[in-house]
Structures are given as structure tokens and as C-alpha cells.
């Protein structure tokens, strides 16, 4: 199954600012995905990133708040942007190989302070 | 909608006894299910998968599951409980978007205490 590479692994960032976090795949794959994990809390989908075409994202969140790039089978970021307190979880990117399963990145863990 | 239920949020365990966490699914098709395991710190790791055949299913560290369509669920097992266990233990099912997988879901998770 593939392989992320997600960076950066953790970051304490100001509010107001924005952080953009990059996942790397060592291969091609049609779907990505990116999570937050908030303390405590479960996975929540926040978008699905498709090469070559906008991000679809889930309610509740928007593109003005997360912009997800996608410009190969290889590479997707997202940036927090704006950030509140709020915004304090992990991040994970994720992506879909066919028959082998879902394989994830080990997360970006945030605090906004 | 698509949904998973891990009914249990935290279960405590002594080192040696047998385990059994819950989860239920709701989905139109056959499911895509998996169990995924997460340490204090740490990333995800996946367990255990279903996606077609034999309804019960061997993982790592000795877990398996077993899938019953009748009852919706893919509850996880393993005979003998070791500290190194005790972890946030995550239910997820895969969706079908366009014939294709799709984005997983998962539950809210249950959290494992082991005590000695």
C-alpha cells in the first residue's frame, strides 16, 4: 500500500496566522482526504481532494477557512487559515489504494495560541 | 446515512482477560470495515480490514473481528489483553463514492484501560 509522508508533524502557531501542511505520496492515487482530530474527539472528515478539481468539502467546513490544493496524484496540501484556538487538533491527510485499504499520514498536530 | 456506533466509550480490562469492543454500522451495501488503533501521541494504525470472503477476520497483535451482516457488526476481539494495549481503539467503514471507496467514517471510538 502507499506511503505519506505528511509534514510538518507539529507547530505552535499564532492567531490570525495560517499554516499549510503538505502530504507526500509515494505513489499515484485518485482520492485523498484530509481529517481533523480534535482532543479527545474521533476523526472528522474535512474534505475530499481530487486531482484536477476543486476540493469537495464536508458540512461545515469551507475553502475560504481550509484551501486544499491537489496538483498531481502525489501531493495535496491544506492550509488552516486564519487561525483561532479552535483550530488546536491533529490533522490528517489520507488516501484510498484500491484493494489495499486506506493508508495515513502520521498527522500534523496543532495549537494555536 | 452512513454511520458507525461504538456504543462503549471506555472500557477497563485486567493484563490476561479477554476483550470484546462493539461497533455498529449502518450502510446500504457491503461494507468496507476496518479497526484502527491509536496510542497517546501517535498516528493510526490499522488493525484488521474487511472487504469481502470470510466473515472473520485475523489482524495484528493477535486481534481479529468478525463481521455479522445480520446484527451490522464488525466487533473486535482478542483473547488475551496485554498493557501495551491500552489505546483509543477506532471503528471505520468505507464509503462508496461513484463506485469507487470513498472517504472513510469512523466511530467515536472506545478508549482501553488495562489494569494489572
Known amino acids: 500500500s502507499a506511503v505519506i509522508s505528511q509534514k510538518p508533524s507539529r507547530d505552535i502557531c499564532q492567531r490570525g496566522t495560517s499554516l499549510t501542511i503538505q502530504c507526500q505520496v509515494d505513489?499515484?492515487?485518485?482520492?485523498m482526504f484530509w481529517y481533523r482530530q480534535q482532543p479527545g474527539q474521533s476523526l472528522t472528515l474535512i474534505a475530499t481532494a481530487n486531482q484536477g478539481s476543486e476540493a469537495t468539502y464536508e458540512s461545515g467546513f469551507v475553502i475560504d477557512k481550509f484551501p486544499i490544493s491537489r496538483p498531481n496524484l502525489t501531493f495535496s496540501t491544506l492550509t488552516v487559515s486564519n487561525m483561532s484556538p479552535e483550530d488546536s487538533s491533529i490533522y490528517l491527510c489520507s488516501a484510498v489504494t484500491v484493494g489495499y485499504g486506506y493508508t495515513f499520514g502520521s498527522g500534523t498536530r496543532l495549537t494555536v495560541v | 446515512a452512513q454511520s458507525v456506533t461504538q456504543p462503549d466509550i471506555h472500557i477497563t480490562v485486567s493484563e490476561g482477560a479477554s476483550l470484546e469492543l462493539r461497533c455498529n454500522y449502518s450502510y446500504g451495501a457491503t461494507p468496507y470495515l476496518f479497526w484502527y488503533v491509536q496510542s497517546p501521541g501517535q498516528g493510526l494504525q490499522l488493525l484488521l480490514k474487511y472487504f469481502s470472503g470470510d466473515t472473520l477476520v485475523q489482524g495484528i497483535k493477535g486481534f481479529e473481528a468478525e463481521f455479522k451482516r445480520s446484527q451490522s457488526s464488525f466487533n473486535l476481539r482478542k483473547p488475551s489483553v496485554h498493557w501495551s494495549d491500552a489505546a483509543e481503539y477506532f471503528c471505520?467503514?468505507?464509503?462508496?463514492?461513484?463506485?469507487?471507496?470513498?472517504?472513510?467514517?469512523f466511530g467515536k471510538g472506545t478508549k482501553l484501560s488495562v489494569k494489572p
Open positions: 505513489s499515484q492515487v485518485t482520492m
Open positions: 471505520a467503514v468505507g464509503a462508496i463514492l461513484g463506485g469507487s471507496q470513498g472517504n472513510l467514517i
